[in-house]
């Protein structure tokens, strides 16, 4: 399977140089070629797999034969095996025909475990393989870091350098990132804001002389396609679970960085019966101006009680884009180019592509605070507060209620009490792995906002 650029001008690439590969020569996404397909049969006859038997059976096809079966079968096991729950995405009921997708199973309680595990174990595998050593350099906000961290603790081949913003994650997030104390794992606490931190991080991408000789960087955000991939494998496994695929679902995605749901889409295109893709936003609602309006023009970013989706710039929403466009890459270079002054409209076909497969809604914190109060008090659920924004955007846009609705549950409550003590409700105690979590000994480095600073820092400290 050959990979290509959203702006068509970077060369194409195979599996395991696009999983080693961030953004395109060209400043685009990679994306496959041609999507696999599968029949209604050969879906129907997934129904009652073993999460990981059905992630092998939607991911294989996208790996090619580049990773054995058999190989691929074991990093898909090894990337699971740290789940709480055995169903590893439980579904639970919240009301009639409305259900809650738990993503926060993983080690870090949030659904980027799914994909960063898995990414940590594809990495050790194509390093060992080439014998080759490689420095993960990342900024975050909270749940992407802790994530990236947990899925690359175990991996010899790799230096992991993850620059937060010191004194701006909550504890909680900030302690499982710091409380990991192996030698190949660095924080840094930088002093500065989240775009400060990737402002240093895309630069150090951009000229990677500062690195020894013989290593280069590796991306672990959600441009990193091998995220999406391992994304679109539960839109498979909940619909199996309602009666899929000989009935459609809808779905109900927080959305930030349009990674997530992008693999929802990407899932219906491959043959998965789904009526409705609801894209839900916090107050920074550019994607849902963009879907209801066709506006999609930069604002402020808002602090929200839903950090993880306080996002401005979306970046997978090119690879969306780059579909509306009929794979049009010098389109798309345009509108990025267009973007770049604040503001891009899209072409009216493109516009009715985007309406025709997705519904969105935007919902500000205190109305979000409600809905987290209203369904515990009716079911004795707790929502974290993004997952809450799903919820309510699920019921504000749906439109056929005989269609089971499906509201992806991004982080466990534990990990955004603010929210939750806003609500009015009792803090929820972290999972019994994590109960030590603040007893934990921490280590981070905090440093000046100066790319020297850092970029010395991480030379100092590779193996
Ligand atoms: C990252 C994140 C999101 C947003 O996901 P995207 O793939 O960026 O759209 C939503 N909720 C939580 C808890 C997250 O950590």
Not at 279 to 292: E, G, K, M, Q, Y
């Amino acid at each position: 399977m050959k990979y290509i650029s959203t702006r068509g001008e970077a060369p194409a690439l195979n599996f395991e140089d696009v999983v080693l590969t961030g953004l395109a020569s060209d400043g685009g996404l990679y994306l496959p070629e041609t999507l696999p397909n599968f029949s209604k049969e050969e879906i129907s006859s997934w129904a009652g797999l073993r999460y990981e038997e059905l992630a092998f059976k939607v991911i294989s096809p996208f790996v090619d034969g580049e990773i054995s079966d058999d190989d691929l079968k074991a990093i898909i096991e090894k990337s699971y095996a740290s789940f709480r729950h055995t169903a590893i995405a439980p579904l639970v009921q919240t009301d009639h025909n409305e259900w809650v997708l738990e993503l926060f199973q993983g080690p870090t309680l949030a659904f980027k475990d799914f994909a960063l595990q898995f990414l940590g174990n594809i990495f050790d595998h194509i390093l060992k393989k080439r014998d080759q050593k490689v420095v993960v350099m990342g900024a975050t906000s909270g749940d992407t870091g802790s994530a990236a961290i947990e899925g690359c603790r175990h991996c010899d081949n790799i230096d992991i350098f993850i620059l937060h913003p010191h004194q701006r994650v909550s504890d909680v997030q900030r302690k499982q990132m710091t409380s990991v104390l192996a030698d190949n794992v660095h924080n840094i606490a930088l002093e500065g804001n989240f775009d400060d931190c990737q402002n240093m991080v895309k630069e150090s991408f951009r000229d990677q002389s500062f690195l020894p000789d013989g290593r280069q960087l590796v991306a672990v955000n959600s441009i990193n396609w091998a995220r999406i991939m391992a994304q679109v494998v539960y839109y498979f496994y909940a619909s199996l679970a309602l009666g899929g695929p000989h009935r459609k679902i809808s779905f109900s995605v927080p959305t930030g960085n349009f990674g997530d749901i992008f693999a929802g889409f990407l899932a219906k295109k491959m043959g998965l019966p789904i009526d409705q893709l609801i894209v839900a936003t916090n107050a920074n609602d550019i994607l849902h101006r963009c879907i209801s309006a066709n506006d999609h023009s930069k604002k402020e970013l808002l602090h929200s009680l839903s950090p993880s989706m306080d996002i401005m710039v979306s970046s997978n929403f090119e690879r969306l884009l780059f579909d509306a466009y009929g794979s049009d890459g010098a389109a798309i270079a345009q509108l990025m180019e267009d973007f770049k002054s604040g503001s891009m409209v899209l072409s009216d076909d493109a516009f009715k592509n985007v309406t025709e497969n997705f519904d969105s809604y935007r919902l500000d914190d205190d109305a979000m605070v409600k809905i987290i109060a209203d369904v515990f008090d009716k079911t004795e659920y707790l929502l974290d507060p993004h997952t809450a924004i799903g919820v309510e955007a699920a019921r504000q846009v749906r439109k056929n209620h005989d269609v089971p609705m499906v509201c992806l549950a991004t982080a466990h409550p534990a990990k955004f009490d603010e929210a939750i003590a806003k609500a009015g409700l009792q803090h929820p105690q972290l999972p019994h792995h994590m109960s030590d979590l603040f007893e934990r000994e921490e280590r981070y480095q905090v440093l000046n906002d100066d790319i020297a600073t850092v970029q010395k820092f991480i030379k100092e400290n590779i193996r």
